[in-house]
């Protein structure tokens, strides 16, 4: 999908699938949640690739699985040329790292019976990275890089509000200086008011200390903000990506077109000129997706051929892919493709051909 040699990571046909508990009402069947189901992405040294889908799709499942804090199913993710997915606990603790998380909830991540000097200072001390009166010294300078005062590092966590949490989060973090950070949802739980100064923060620290990020979120405007990149992924699957101007731009996707209607403009006249685009019927559940393409059962645009064949996601435009068989690169507008129509099927199947 992209050029190998850019890539920091690279995720290969990745699936996390739940089992569940068996149950009378299915005969004592066993019932599989497939959370993430055949994810391919790759992600670039230094960029920021925002990753975006209604609740439940599978984003944070996936960041998760890429760090290994949830075991994948199958597939591959590949950093630095390891394949993180099927290395022994031993030789992934050697990469861990150099891979890290920010939480989604300040409040429930962070330790309360631990100081923040402890809290940011714990990953330092488990890769043994510095000690004593070092080790005090790092953490006084990753609170001060992240906007808080070295004197609060006896203070508990409950003694801080919502946004001075996330930013020990952030420091604890950036404590083992690492290359890559998923960063799930870190704005959710914040006020408005907090969240853009996060997310300048986020992108500083980016810049300043060459890292990469996965930010995943809900929040498109957010996501239009801080990402080179955007994902836009759905019920397991990544249906289309782009760079962020372009993606938001023209969107080629009927379920990315929806996403990004529902984003208030901040211009009055605007907002009452424009068409909202509401999505018809329920997400269906993972446990028993849909055939062919999973977002047939909700597109205005679906034909018959839709819940046969499940689309590929390839380059549309340049450096734009997209997942569905509707489109094509001669044919990129599905508002303007003919009734029936599926010039991405035909040059599917001419592509196998050859």
């Known amino acids: 999908m992209e050029n190998e040699a850019n890539n920091l990571i690279s995720i290969r046909d990745l699936k996390v699938h739940f089992p569940l508990a068996r149950s009378a009402w299915f005969g004592g ?14 992600i670039r040294a230094g960029e920021t690739l925002g990753l975006v889908g209604e609740s439940g799709c599978g984003k944070s499942t996936l960041g998760r699985a890429i760090l290994r804090l949830i075991e994948p199913t199958s597939g591959q993710v590949l950093f630095r040329g390891h394949d993180l997915a099927s290395l022994s606990n031993r030789a992934m603790r050697e990469h861990r790292r150099h891979l890290q ?3 989604q909830d300040p409040y429930a991540s962070l330790n309360p019976r631990m100081t923040v000097g402890q ?9 043994r990275l510095a000690g004593g009166e070092a080790k005090k010294k790092r ?12 004197r609060f590092l006896k203070r508990y966590p409950h003694e ?29 739980a914040l006020d408005v008011s907090i969240q853009a100064q996060i997310m300048n923060l986020l992108d500083r620290l980016r810049r300043e200390k060459n890292l990469t990020y996965l930010f995943i979120s809900h929040d498109l405007r957010a996501v239009q903000h801080v990402s080179d990149r955007v994902a836009v ?5 990544i249906v289309e990506l ?8 023209q969107p080629l996707m009927p379920y990315t077109k929806a996403l990004i209607s529902a984003v208030p403009v901040p211009d009055p006249k605007v907002e009452a000129r424009r068409r909202r685009i509401v999505l018809e019927g329920d997400v269906p559940s993972p446990i028993n997706p849909p055939r062919g393409c999973r977002f047939h059962t ?5 034909i018959e051929s839709c819940s046969d064949v499940e689309p590929a996601l390839v380059q549309i435009k340049p450096n734009h892919f997209a997942a569905c068989i509707r489109i094509s690169p001669e044919q990129p507008d599905i508002e303007r493709v003919a009734p029936g129509d599926a010039p991405g099927l035909r040059a599917f199947s001419v592509a196998s051909i050859a």
Do not use: H, N, W
Request: negative net charge; proline residues 5%.
């Open 139 to 150: 953490v006084q300078e990753l609170l001060e890089m992240v906007g808080l005062s070295a």
């Open 101 to 103: 998380i920010i939480f």
């Open 298 to 302: 909700r597109c205005p645009y679906a």
């Open 29 to 42: 069947s066993q019932s599989i949640v497939k959370a993430v189901d055949g994810a391919s992405l790759d």
């Open 242 to 249: 782009a760079e962020a101007k372009s993606i938001y731009a």
């Open 233 to 237: 992924m759905y019920l397991g699957k």
């Open 119 to 127: 809290i940011v200072g714990e990953p330092i001390e488990t890769f």
């Open 160 to 188: 801080f509000s919502g946004g001075q949490r996330q930013r020990i989060g952030i420091a604890r973090a950036l404590a083992v200086d690492p290359d890559f950070i998923v960063a799930d949802e870190p704005i959710s």
